[in-house]
């Protein structure tokens, strides 16, 4: 049977809005403020019904009108609309672009790469977004077939997708509730929650408006029923109030088919992808312009503008993209951790917060007994041994504070005889067992420590029963006042002797008791989160709960963790908050207690909108709008399939130590990304830089169009081993954001001190060598692949000589410096324009690198520390 503890109070209530239609009445979590408070006359002449239900005629003309009670999906986008819509990306019309120009000056390879790099990256994005319309379908395997309604005034068994708002439905124990309702009458009714506030508790629910001067305990006012909460004891007569996709549960539907808010990672690229726009843009027309104003041969001159286009164009990105997050996945899914979205992989790097549930993440998950103590608060095993009896020998639906009791100790049943019993009901608030042991009839009573301490007239003091005086009260009640305070659910325990031909029990001999001691639950920490907390304290991530659980048992939980509390905020004050309000208070709130699945969104939204990278951790229904609203989204193998669906990370194990081995690999992915994008960038920026500066004072063109294509596609094989790259302790240590500033001008840095040495030996070329035009571009070829390839290892980390590259990187990137320097020694040479080089042209050029290297670590140091790399 069920318990009530300590801090059973009301919630704050819902309001219906009512709409254009007769009937048609819509549920709204936004401002809960007026469904749970209106009087029942009120709503039953707002629904058109009456305490006998509705009519048969009415009800069905108002199902033709509002439709089934069922979460249906909106209409899905077409697969090809999908498809398609994904070509609307900047990088994606850049990567087509450079695809075209290659199949059009006849680089077949280029196009060949280009164009399935692409249709692959297309495809997965396609393929999350059918992920996250399955999300929403799930939720309508979540509600009751069938309920008990009073149509015509009669009891009727019909489907429950043909409940109507102004229905009155009958729930008794192992009923699921078919639809938000109010509570028109309710006996010993306790109802399972978990599914939207994924806490342990069963709720009680009573028929009365929740009081306004009391602070609510549960987000959801405890006269009103929400659809897909089963009943675990006790009957009830509700009357429906909204339906279908208007319910708390549709409305969670309704979020999962919305497409989200871009992440962090996506936001990133979407950006770069416009900044390569521009730059191209920019080079192209100065590039063309140029050679019309010096009257060169048009085609000529526009197949370099081209080829000058895809050089600027980082084509291998998505490809590098994917191998660095695949990798990343793979020694993710080692530790325990399967990636669902490889991009989140990316975003988990960046993470700065994380929004956590408590139950199950924090705790346990599981309630325990922890502590057994007497009015004074001192520790006694008497009311323990007394517990032990009641909930050994009460029938009914064992409550999970009953499970905590018989698992925290042991009863010997064969020496206790039962007699009778006093069920429990929600007006008593207690349950009492007659039995006899010994020669003895005891009467054991178990319940809400205010009603046990006012039906206690002794307790027990050095084993013996002492009157229980003013004094003596006052101290009990303040122990269960400080238990309570710190986040306890309580339980008080008594006894008392009857006459041992005593039959049964009453409620009448509940008086006179013995009381025994204050039995205190909780779900308690586990024993690996204070360390994983401290983990992830240590790599820069703030840790937020998010709980629907009252404030005082979150803040004891957090107490014991060791996870110091800045600010706290409750349900009811973030509904009077606006946005702007909520955002500026959102960095120095740690908790965030007796909050809705909506709310809980809003809270990732205020931080997104402070420019943090946001993570959520949670398993349940309820979670599913914030798992989406996340940057990141993680959920645990054993959630409900609508979290899992919602989530872009499984956790094998529902343990923060596990997110703290997931952020330290994202950053090392996130790091070997930026890597790619910083280097890739800067030098393709130089080379252009330098190409269209040369056009201006050239008498030809400073590279053929095939020689730069083939130097963009040497270079990003030099590259391709940039997923594998180590990263440097200091890099993992805080998380780094997506900051196009940084790359901005990392580009414009490096890439003009680039060309200023392309400049240098442009001169050395034309007026120290007097090189013709073959020379010359075979010069800058080999000198352009010499310092594009070797700065690789200046610029890759703060620390070039005590942060080593990975072998792999350095074989990729000799290899391609060794096929640019063999060329033109080649049978292909004559067919690429190219012609050997001298011993001399070789030794300047090698200076001229060298220097270049030494120039790029000395102002890399300056760098790094003004933007504060690592």
């Not at 509570?183 to 010993?188: G, V, Y």
């Not at 010994?438 to 307790?459: F, H, M, Q, T």
Request: with cysteine.
């Amino acid at each position: 049977m069920n318990q009530p503890t300590s801090n059973g109070t009301a919630a704050p209530a819902p309001r219906l809005a009512r709409s254009a239609g007769k009937s048609a009445v819509k549920f709204t979590d936004l401002d809960i403020s007026g469904s749970a408070t209106l009087a029942l006359g009120e709503l039953f002449r707002t629904l058109h019904s009456t305490e006998g239900g509705l009519s048969s005629s009415d009800a069905g003309a108002l199902f033709d009108k509002i439709g089934s009670n069922e979460i249906d999906a909106a209409k899905r986008k077409g697969v090809l609309i999908a498809f398609f819509s994904r070509f609307a990306n900047p990088l994606v019309l850049i990567l087509l672009f450079a695809a075209a120009v290659s199949a059009f000056t006849g680089d077949t390879a280029s196009f060949i790469i280009i164009a399935v790099i692409v249709l692959m990256s297309v495809i997965l994005d396609v393929a999350q977004e059918h992920q996250a319309q399955n999300a929403a379908d799930s939720l309508r395997r979540q509600v009751s077939l069938t309920a008990t309604v009073l149509r015509d005034g009669k009891t009727a068994e019909i489907a429950a997708a043909r409940i109507v708002p102004g229905d009155v439905v009958l729930l008794t124990a192992g009923d699921l509730v078919p639809a938000d309702a109010r509570l028109i009458e309710a006996r010993d009714l306790f109802v399972d929650e978990a599914l939207l506030t994924g806490e342990a508790y069963p709720a009680e629910k009573l028929i009365e408006p929740p009081n306004a001067d009391v602070a609510p305990e549960s987000p959801f006012p405890r006269n009103l029923l929400f659809m897909g909460s089963s009943v675990v004891s006790g009957t009830a007569k509700a009357l429906i109030l909204a339906t279908g996709r208007n319910t708390q549960l549709g409305s969670i539907a309704i979020t999962l088919q919305r497409e989200p808010p871009p992440t962090a990672f996506a936001l990133g690229i979407q950006q770069f992808g416009f900044m390569i726009i521009r730059a191209t843009v920019f080079l192209v027309l100065f590039v063309v312009l140029v050679n019309i104003a010096f009257h060169r041969p048009l085609l000529e001159s526009f197949l370099f503008a081209l080829a000058l286009a895809v050089g600027l164009t980082p084509e291998l990105l998505p490809m590098i993209v994917s191998v660095t997050l695949a990798r990343g996945s793979m020694r993710m899914a080692q530790k325990q951790v399967i990636v669902k979205r490889q991009s989140a992989v990316d975003d988990l790097g960046s993470m700065d917060v994380l929004c956590s549930d408590k139950t199950g993440t924090l705790t346990e998950a599981r309630i325990k007994l922890v502590r057994e103590v007497d009015i004074a608060g001192n520790d006694s095993t008497e009311a323990m041994q007394i517990a032990l009896v009641n909930a050994a020998f009460e029938t009914g639906i064992k409550s999970p504070l009953d499970e905590a009791i018989l698992a925290a100790g042991k009863i010997d049943r064969a020496a206790w005889r039962k007699i009778d019993e006093v069920p429990f009901d929600f007006e008593r608030r207690r349950v009492s067992v007659l039995v006899e042991r010994g020669g003895k009839r005891l009467l054991v009573v178990k319940g809400a420590p205010e009603d046990i301490l006012r039906l206690s007239g002794y307790y027990r003091q050095s084993g013996a029963p002492r009157p229980f005086a003013a004094t003596a009260r006052t101290t009990a009640e303040t122990t269960f006042a400080r238990l309570g305070a710190e986040g306890y659910r309580v339980l008080g325990v008594a006894w008392r002797e009857v006459d041992l031909q005593r039959q049964t029990a009453g409620i009448g001999d509940e008086t006179d008791l013995i009381f025994a001691g204050f039995l205190a639950f909780l779900d308690p920490p586990k024993p690996g989160a204070r360390d994983a907390l401290a983990a992830l304290a240590k790599l820069g991530v703030a840790v937020k709960v998010v709980t629907g659980d009252n404030e005082q048992v979150t803040r004891h939980v957090c107490t014991e963790l060791g996870l110091p509390i800045a600010g706290t905020l409750c349900g009811p004050e973030v509904s009077t908050l606006t946005d702007e309000a909520l955002a500026a208070r959102i960095d120095e709130t740690t908790l965030f207690c007796r909050v809705t699945p909506p709310q809980k969104s809003r809270i990732i939204s205020a931080l997104r909108h402070r420019g943090h990278v946001v993570g959520y951790l949670g398993d349940g229904i309820n979670d599913a709008p914030p798992l989406r609203a996340a940057d990141v989204g993680f959920s645990v193998d054993t959630a409900v399939d609508v979290a899992k669906e919602a989530a872009a990370i499984i956790l094998l194990r529902k343990e923060l130590g596990v997110l703290a081995d997931g952020v330290r690999e994202g950053r090392r992915t996130f790091a070997n990304i930026l890597k790619y994008m910083m280097m890739g960038t800067s030098s393709n920026f130089g080379n252009m830089f330098s190409m269209a500066g040369g056009v201006l004072f050239l008498p030809f063109l400073p590279m053929l169009p095939t020689q730069v294509l083939l130097n963009n596609l040497l270079y990003d094989a030099s590259e391709i081993s940039i997923p594998l790259d180590n990263v440097s302790d200091e890099t993992i240590a805080q998380p780094r954001h997506w900051d196009l500033n940084t790359i901005r001008q990392f580009m414009f840095v490096f890439g003009p001190l680039s060309s200023v040495f392309d400049f240098i030996t442009f001169g050395l070329l034309l007026w120290g060598f007097r090189a013709d035009e073959a020379l010359f571009h075979t010069g800058w070829f080999v000198e352009s692949m010499a310092t594009q390839i070797l700065v690789i290892f200046i610029i890759r980390t703060a620390h070039t000589l005590r942060d080593r590259p990975h072998p792999a990187l350095v074989a990729s990137s000799l290899s391609a410096l060794a096929v640019a320097v063999g060329l033109p020694y080649s049978p292909l040479a004559h067919w690429l324009g190219f012609v050997p080089l001298p011993a001399d042209v070789i030794g300047a050029l090698a200076l001229v690198t060298a220097v270049y290297l030494v120039s790029v670590n000395l102002v890399k140091r300056w760098f790094f520390a003004h933007y504060k790399l690592s």
